[in-house]
């Protein structure tokens, strides 16, 4: 492959398209993985100057960290990119239990270095901002300290109650920490001060409080992986503040234009999603000529799921063959959040989202479409392993919904060619299946 400017592993799907999308639009040719490839997949992607490898950590416990996050880091060190990135969310939900970014962010040091590790957080594309370390993000055009935002800190998995991103960070790692603020920032001894922190600390989290300083912070993260490791864990922020510092230097040509992918008649959308933002979109979408169909989230992890799953893709089918979209949800918003009876059942929740893949695949290959959607991040990465897909590539940024891109499938013959956009729970405006749908 070509000299790799980057190469990352997202901790879910959506977070791992949304890496992506940061790049691709910043004029950085990216592939990413849904397992790791041979080496004529690889070959295929030639061109590319990013490899990233989606993951499911966000999801998981701290010993499946441990068997899974330290052979994906072997193999991304081994292809020598300049620097390696361990892609988090950026609302940061994580616990000492689940999706626990302490222990990643051990396991990192251990195959790349016993050196600091510099973490970003903060997006202002997406609306996150972190000053003086702590975590402020956006609904519906307000801002909210992350332990006060109406979504995360209701989490169903891992809801926020810390706004201090090192406090948060402390309970699930002894690691030492420490961190560059928006006044480390604008003092004139920034190199020296980051130096010194990343040689003091294990990890060294980066305010991002606007353009300015996401700017000052690309610039370090750049510089520092000259005489370290080169391992960063953050959000999509950590491309974001590379692409300045990229363009500053020529690295990187600017941005890439983009065509838009147009309309299609049917488009199918599966939703794990729980969020009051995906309530909305299924609502909107709804309005605007979208079959809602309501699927019982226990059935589909039962003894029976069979059943319950071939039920969903004739009430799917039937919408489609009469030539309508069709939105295939388990659940209407938190009110409808059924988590504390499927927590009864063991490994459910990923079982959820392999039957919601396993009724997308079949509804796309038996009415031959397109385009489809998978809502909800933790869903989207159980989902999308049902589909056969071996890489995906970005088909058409969506600005007014940033961080949840339409792709283009790479895979067997049936789904070669499918473009799907996997969206977060709290991502996107309202209308973001129509907009899906148009193509535009």
Not at 242 to 251: F, N, T
Not at 272 to 285: D, L, R
Not at 302 to 318: F, L, Q, T, Y
């Amino acid at each position: 492959m070509r000299e790799l400017l980057l190469s990352y592993y997202g901790d879910d799907l959506t977070g791992s398209t949304d890496v992506m999308e940061a790049l691709e639009t910043g004029g950085v040719p990216t592939v990413l993985f849904m397992r790791r490839p041979d080496q004529p997949l690889l070959a295929r992607f030639s061109h590319c100057r990013a490899v990233g490898l989606a993951g499911a950590s966000r999801s998981e416990t701290p010993d499946w960290m441990e068997d899974n996050l330290a052979p994906a880091f072997e193999w991304l060190k081994s292809l020598d990119a300049a620097i390696c990135h361990y892609k988090i969310c950026s609302t940061f939900d994580s616990s000492p239990t689940i999706g626990n970014i302490g222990r990643a962010i051990e396991i990192g040091r251990r195959i790349f270095g016993e050196a600091g590790v510099p973490l970003v957080v903060g997006a202002p594309q997406l609306k996150r901002h972190t000053a003086f370390g702590n975590l402020f993000a956006a609904f519906r055009g307000e801002y909210f300290r992350i332990d006060r935002h109406p979504v995360m800190s209701r989490h169903p998995v891992t809801p926020m109650n810390e706004a201090d991103l090192l406090v948060h960070l402390s309970r699930q790692t002894s690691l030492s920490s420490g961190l560059i603020d928006l006044a480390a920032l604008e003092a004139g001894d920034l190199p020296a001060r980051v130096d010194q922190t990343l040689r003091d600390r294990d990890i060294v989290l980066f305010d991002v409080a606007d353009h300015a300083t996401q700017r000052l912070v690309g610039e370090q993260l750049w510089r520092v992986r000259e005489h370290n490791p080169g391992f960063v864990a953050g959000s999509s922020g950590v491309e974001y503040a590379l692409l300045r510092a990229w363009a500053a230097r020529g690295v990187v040509s600017g941005a890439a234009k983009t065509v838009p992918a147009g309309p299609v008649d049917r488009l199918a959308v599966v939703s794990g999603s729980v969020s009051p933002t995906t309530e909305k979109q299924i609502g909107y979408a709804m309005a605007h000529g979208f079959d809602g169909i309501p699927l019982d989230a226990l059935r589909l992890v039962s003894e029976n799921s069979g059943e319950a799953i071939d039920h969903a893709v004739a009430c799917g089918r039937a919408s489609l063959a009469a030539g309508r979209s069709v939105i295939l949800y388990t659940a209407l918003g938190p009110q409808a959040d059924r988590g504390a009876e499927i927590d009864q059942v063991e490994g459910a929740r990923n079982a959820l989202g392999r039957a919601l893949g396993s009724i997308l695949r079949r509804l796309v290959v038996d009415e031959k479409l397109k385009r489809a959607v998978i809502a909800g991040g933790d869903t989207s990465s159980h989902a999308l392993g049902q589909l056969s897909i071996d890489a995906l590539t970005m088909r058409m940024p969506l600005p007014q919904s940033p961080g949840s891109p339409l792709c283009l499938a790479h895979g067997g013959s049936e789904i070669d060619g499918l473009e799907i956009a996997l969206k977060g729970g709290q991502v996107g405006t309202d209308a973001y299946f129509e907009t899906i749908r148009l193509g535009n």
